[in-house]
Structures are given as structure tokens and as C-alpha cells.
């Protein structure tokens, strides 16, 4: 399917429209010569401004810059607005002036960057190794992959030749440092994050047609994750989820490009693997930005930090990039749940500020970014994201005009005769209107969209009169000729229904049509709901709240426990005939903690599913007692507290749970602000194998243990020195040459 130009497609008002709107009051709160001073300050330049902080200038530095470059230009054929333009211009001749200055083509914010990259012409494997996180560095090549991608969208989305040349120059340095790298060092520097460097190269040939560029797009192919892949295999549980989704993204691009049907469907699968085993009702993954064993969902109804945003957002690319290629229903269907139930909702839909993590679990809650303080990766992705919904509304698809989508929106369209219009108040109506503004007759084939969570298009008619219209797989297609003013009418009546988790677990989510449906559930403890700069700010650390009297649902169709009590309001039944609840849009629900999953039962289950649940709360008191935590082998939590290692190993128990260990020393800081904490609990797992471990806490030795043949994990508390003032240094080396036990989670316990 054929996406038509962003600039042709007009969002009338509705929630989608808005959100663009806030977007776009978001961006221009941002200051253009903040983002800007990591690009000048290395290449030797003086800033205009002070850079901004929190992961602006803690190793990601200019990572938001990228993205601003595309939310721009974005906004600029989004609303027509000359501001967006004006800043595109001073973004591009600062940076042109950054670049100008290294000379060597090298563009970026990423701390010592250039000195960085060029280690790599000559340092081997090594010098690969160091452009991850474990190496001290915070995925330098995920940071300098945003300049890429902004620069390329500047240059396709208006049509900017100064960004062409600019992200040419850049690619083109790249490619004679990679032509000193074996294969061996290259792989190795690919086990790290390093966004849609694969995508960014496709997208290069495609756009100047040099073999190189599409040469390097394969180049960038991770082959830990490739190969299983092309052999159809899912091997994804504990990776980090946005590190594998780009890839796939890339693999997709660069199937395009080479015409190689083998990534193609590499691509392919990922997808389904992802949608169908991994993803949850509003369309996101991952759980403390991991993917965790298909067949246990425990931890995202459990955990704090559910699906992540910026995960949706490459989600939906590589939706984008496999539709153009060939079309799947579920393509469509996908998108409308994700832009509905997850994107829509990132967003503040009053004073803007985005999501970075969207809990699954019961009443718990979200946090927002502010324009100046949370400089996150999901602030990224949302500043593109608001204004991208309307390449989703139309398309052609074998000589068809699609509609995919059902908002309000107008189609500028020569190739089928002039303008369509879409007039719907859905999905608080459920009347949609087609009009064909077309400046003559036109013979063509209308397809519209089925979405799976209906059976027809009802009524549907053209020009008042039913009509008849060709079924095919996720559509129905009407061939005649147009002419001026016709207008096709039909109706959307929205199903309710039910999801169960992906593993089958009896925990259950709620819909009218494709909308996910939500319970409020207080506006108290909201701990940082609207985030500070700190480097933890985007999640929501406010108490958990038990399950113990979570209410219970009886495990019936929707029908028999929804009541309808007017538009997009509904009342959901418990077992409990007294404590009904109101359920309403997902999207609507903000600064407040809410419940989109139930807990449900047959009715011969109730006492056991309310023991059950019981005995999930029997974490929620070392909850409360943690001051601090760190999860070792998860890239954010190790990022965020400043990790450092050598002769590290990061290892994976069957369930996907990560641990790291060392044969030589490996440190985390830790935070205790107010001097609460009074024991640190370090949680262990030994494979049998003899290990030894010195534990230094603010260089204060607390205890050294050996062990010769244990097995298993398990947790050790050591009370704390006095006068330890924070924040602390915590280190693990290896004893007696014997390495140490993977390390699984430490806390700072009250």
C-alpha cells in the first residue's frame, strides 16, 4: 500500500487534530540553541545557550536534537505554520556550521564522539566494545542515528537539499571509517543500541540510488538477531525490546532497496512475533523496556514500568514499511489499536508533556515530560509521533483509493481527481461520511477498511441508495464511476468484546469497537506526576497499590457485564454486586491512577482467584522500603546509575530475567538523598560453578564472599557503615580468580 505525501492530508478537528495542535505548542516551548550546544560544543564551536540537561547532558547529548529536526518539519506540512520553517533554517545553518568546523563530515552531540568513532578505524574489536554502555559510553551510535533520521525526513518531507548534502557528508564519513573494520570488529559494535542506523542507509539509496549506501544498510544487519530470524525463530525474550525493533525497521528498508525478499521476511516475521506473543491491549511491549517470556505476563500486570512508547512508535514504522511492501489486514488493524490506545494517550492532551512507560498495572499510574526538563527518548519519539497520524487515514493499494482509517480528514488527490473528504464524529458516533470533491467523473475502485472488531460496514450506501460492494480480505471495495459530490455513507457500530493477556492468563482488558476502555481509580500519591530532571523522572516511583481488593470480574462475554450508560460510557459489572465500575476511554484518562486489566474468574474460582491475588501483594512491602534499586543486565536501570565494568557478562535465565557478573570489577552509583537507607540487599544467582565476590559500598568493603558449588538465587542483606553520605558507589570484583556470581538486583532498603 502506497502512502500519500503528509503535506496532501488535512486532519479535520477531532482528537487526533488536537493532539498535532498541542504538538506543535510543545515544540516551539523547546529553545532551538539548547538542543543545538552538544552538536557546537564538539566540534569546538561556543554555544549560543547552555545545552539542556537530564539525558541531554549525561552521554545522550543532542539525542533530542535529531528528533527535533523531524518533529519540525513535520509540524511544518502538518499546520502550515511559518514557525516550524524558520526554526528548520537556523537548526540546519548552525549545524552546517558544526560540521563545517570538524571537517571530516562527523556531526553530533555524543560526548568526545568524533575521537570515539575514529578509534574505530584501527582499534579492533576493543575499540568496537567501547561504544556501548557497559563500555562507559551511552549508545553513542542510537545518539548519532537522530541527526541521521532528521536530516533524511527534513530533506523528504520539504523537499530541503542543504540537509541532503548534510546527512550525505555525514554518511559518507561513516563509510570510510567502516572500510578499516573487519567483520568480526563490526559485529561486536552492533551489540549495543544503534537505532535505525540499517533504515537510515536504505533510506540514503533509495533517495540517491548509490550502491554503497544500500551496501551499508546490510552491513549494519545485527547477525545475533538476524540469523534467527531468517530461520524463523524468536529468540527475543530479554533483549531489549527498542534495540530489536529498529533493526527490524532497517531490515524491512533495506529489503526495499536490494530487492532481497529473505530480510523482507525476516521483517516479516519479527512483526507477527511481536503483535501476536508480545503485545498487550494498547498495542505496546516490553516491561522495564525488556521483552519477557511469551508464555508469563506476570511481570507487565505487576511491574511498574510497562509498555514503553517509544517501542509503539517503531512499531508503527516498521508497520509502515512492511504494508508498503505487501499489505496485510492486520496491518491496519495494529495501527488503529496503537495510534487509539497507546500514542493517542502518551500525550497530555491539555498541557502537552509525553509518556515514557504506560503501566499495565491495576491502579497505578503515568508520569509527563515537561519541555524543558524531561529530555527522554520517548520525548523524542512524541514530538514526531503527534504529528505523523495523518499518513495512516488514506492510501492506493492496487489501483485503489484506501481509506484506512476512520477520523476526520480531507485527501488532496489529482491522481483520483481532486479532493476526499471524511466527515465522523467516530467513535462517539457511529455514522461515517465519504464525499468525492472530484473535479469531473472518474472511474475508480474505493476501498474501505473492515477492522477486525466488526463484522461489515452497516448501511452502506451511495448517494442514499444501498450499493453493492466486492468483499475482499480486511476491505470492501466499490468500483463505478465518481462523480462530483457523491458521497458514501455507512455505519461503524462498535462491538464490545474482551482480550485475555497473550500467555492466557486470567487477566482481561475491555473494548467498544477498537477502543480500550479504562477505570479511574484516584488521584492520590501521584509521586512526580508531571516529571522533574532527574535521570529516573519518567517513571512513576509512586506506592503500588495491592491487589487484595482489586475487584473481580466474572469470566463472561462483555456483553453480559457492560452496560452502556450513553457515548463511550459504560459500566462494567464485578462479582461484587455492589462495586459496578465506569469504564471510558483510554485516551481520556489522565493525572490519575486507572485499571485497564481485570482479574477474571468462573464463578466456581472466585475464592481462589482473590487468593491469588493475595498473594501477589507479598512484594509490596520491600516496594515501599526501597530507597533505591538497580535491575543489573537492563540497559536503562545500569544506565541510569552510572555503570561501570570490565571482563563483564550479562546472562539470561530461562524466563528471560537478566543478572550480569565479572572476572575483574563492575560498579553502579546509587542514590539515598534524604539517608534513609539502612541495609543494602543484593540479590544473587549462582550456576554451580565456584565464584567469589569483594562488595564495596562508598569504598567501604562490607563483606567478601565464596561459594564452591550453589545453585540458584537468592538475597543477602549487609547492613550499612555509618556516615556514608550519598550518592554511593557500589562495587562487585571478582576474588581469588574465581569470578564473581551474576549480580540480579541490588536495593537500598529503608
Given amino acids: 500500500m502506497k502512502q500519500f505525501p503528509l503535506g496532501r492530508v488535512t486532519l479535520l478537528d477531532g ?59 513535520l509540524l511544518a506540512v502538518v499546520t502550515g505554520e511559518a514557525e516550524p520553517r524558520r526554526r528548520l533554517d537556523h537548526m540546519l ?57 532528521g536530516l533524511i525526513d527534513v530533506h523528504r518531507l520539504i523537499g530541503d537539499e542543504r540537509a541532503l548534502a548534510m546527512v550525505t557528508r555525514l554518511a559518507d564519513w561513516w563509510l570510510g571509517i567502516a572500510a578499516g573494520m573487519d567483520d568480526e570488529a563490526f559485529e561486536v559494535m552492533l551489540d549495543t543500541e544503534f537505532g535505525g542506523m540499517n533504515e537510515a542507509y536504505a533510506d540514503l539509496a533509495a533517495l540517491t540510488g548509490r550502491q554503497d549506501y544500500a551496501d551499508m544498510a546490510v552491513r549494519f544487519s545485527h547477525k545475533a538477531i538476524l540469523d534467527a530470524l531468517l530461520e524463523r525463530r524468536d529468540n527475543l525474550t530479554g533483549q531489549h525490546a527498542n534495540t530489536q525493533i529498529p533493526k527490524a525497521i532497517g531490515y524491512a528498508a533495506a529489503a526495499a532497496v536490494r530487492g532481497d525478499k529473505d530480510l523482507e521476511a525476516a521483517a516479516r516475521f519479527f512483526w507477527h512475533e511481536v ?3 508480545r503485545s498487550v491491549a494498547i498495542g505496546g ?7 519477557h517470556a511469551v508464555d508469563d505476563f506476570s511481570p507487565m500486570i505487576e511491574d511498574r514500568e510497562g509498555p514503553e512508547t517509544c517501542n509503539t512508535y517503531n512499531m508503527l514504522k516498521l508497520t509502515k514499511a512492511l504494508a508498503e511492501a505487501e499489505l496485510e489486514p492486520a496491518h491496519l488493524d495494529y495501527v488503529e489499536r ?24 491495576p491502579r497505578h499510574y503515568r508520569v509527563y515530560s515537561q519541555p524543558h526538563l524531561g529530555m527522554w527518548c520517548c520525548v523524542g519519539t512524541g514530538i514526531e509521533a503527534q504529528a505523523k497520524y495523518g499518513e495512516w487515514v488514506f492510501g492506493e493499494h492496487e489501483g485503489a483509493l484506501a481509506v484506512n482509517l476512520y477520523v476526520p480528514a480531507v485527501l488532496e488527490t489529482p491522481e483520483f481527481g481532486g479532493r476526499v473528504r471524511v466527515e465522523t464524529a467516530f467513535p462517539a458516533s457511529k455514522s461515517v ?74 487477566w482481561q482488558a475491555y473494548f467498544a469497537g477498537p477502543i480500550l476502555l479504562a477505570a479511574r481509580d484516584g488521584e492520590e500519591h501521584l509521586t512526580g506526576l508531571i516529571a522533574d530532571d532527574s535521570r529516573m523522572g519518567h517513571v512513576a516511583w509512586g506506592p503500588l497499590r495491592g ?44 493525572d490519575t491512577r486507572y485499571t485497564l486489566y481485570w482479574p477474571v474468574a468462573a464463578e466456581d474460582g472466585i475464592a481462589e482467584r482473590r487468593e491469588a491475588l493475595i498473594a501477589i501483594d507479598r512484594d509490596l512491602p520491600l516496594d515501599a522500603m526501597t530507597v ?108 581469588d580468580g574465581r569470578p564473581t556470581p551474576a549480580i540480579t538486583t541490588v536495593r537500598l532498603i529503608r
Avoid: C
Fill in 433 to 506: 461520511t465519504i464525499t468525492l470533491d472530484i473535479e469531473e467523473p472518474r472511474e475508480f475502485t474505493l476501498r474501505l477498511r473492515v477492522p477486525f472488531w466488526t463484522d461489515e460496514l452497516a448501511d452502506l450506501e451511495v448517494n442514499g441508495e444501498p450499493v453493492d460492494a466486492e468483499a475482499v480480505p480486511g476491505a470492501v471495495l466499490i468500483g463505478r464511476t465518481w462523480r462530483p459530490g457523491d458521497t458514501v455513507t455507512f455505519r461503524l457500530p462498535l462491538r464490545l468484546r474482551v482480550e485475555r493477556l497473550p500467555d492466557g492468563s486470567p
Fill in 338 to 361: 496503537a495510534i487509539l490506545n497507546h500514542q493517542l494517550p502518551s500525550q497530555h492532551p491539555e498541557r502537552g508533556g509525553f509518556v515514557y512507560f504506560t503501566p499495565m498495572r
Fill in 15 to 73: 482528537p487526533l487534530a488536537r493532539a498535532a495542535r498541542t504538538d506543535l505548542e510543545y515544540v516551539l516551548a523547546m529553545d532551538p540553541d539548547r538542543l543545538l550546544a552538544p552538536f557546537l560544543r564538539e566540534a569546538g564551536l561556543e554555544p549560543r545557550a547552555a545545552s539542556y540537561g537530564n539525558w541531554e547532558d549525561s552521554g545522550l547529548d543532542g539525542h533530542i536534537g535529531g528528533h527535533y529536526l523531524s518533529a519540525l518539519a
Fill in 547 to 590: 491487589f487484595a481488593d482489586v475487584p473481580i470480574v466474572a469470566d463472561r462475554p462483555a456483553d453480559e457485564v457492560l452496560t452502556s450508560e450513553g457515548p463511550l460510557r459504560y459500566r462494567l459489572a464485578t462479582v461484587d454486586p455492589e462495586a459496578s465500575v465506569e469504564l471510558v476511554p483510554f485516551y481520556e484518562v489522565h
Fill in 628 to 735: 533505591d534499586k538497580v535491575a543489573f543486565g537492563e540497559q536503562q536501570p545500569e544506565t541510569d546509575h552510572r555503570f561501570r565494568g570490565e571482563d563483564t557478562e550479562v546472562t539470561m535465565d530461562a524466563n528471560g530475567r537478566r543478572a550480569r557478573r565479572t572476572t575483574g570489577s563492575m560498579s553502579v552509583v546509587l542514590g539515598d538523598a534524604d539517608g534513609e537507607a539502612r541495609r543494602l540487599r543484593v540479590g544473587y544467582r549462582l550456576d554451580g560453578d565456584p565464584a567469589a565476590v569483594a562488595v564495596r559500598l562508598g569504598g567501604v568493603l562490607l563483606a567478601e564472599e565464596h561459594w564452591d558449588a550453589a545453585q540458584g538465587d537468592f538475597d543477602f542483606d549487609y547492613n550499612l557503615p555509618e556516615g556514608l553520605t550519598s550518592p554511593l558507589e557500589l562495587e562487585f570484583a571478582a576474588r
Fill in 275 to 277: 503483535i501476536e506473543q
Fill in 93 to 149: 545553518t548552525e549545524l552546517e556550521r558544526a560540521q563545517d568546523a570538524l571537517g571530516t563530515g562527523y556531526i553530533g552531540g555524543v560526548p568526545g564522539g568524533a575521537a570515539l568513532f575514529e578509534n574505530l578505524r584501527e582499534g579492533g574489536t576493543e575499540a568496537a566494545r567501547e561504544l556501548g554502555w557497559a563500555g562507559g559510553n551511552w549508545v553513542p551510535w542510537y545518539n548519532v542515528h537522530k541527526t541521521f533520521a
Fill in 285 to 291: 511491549n516490553s516491561v522495564r523496556e525488556h521483552f
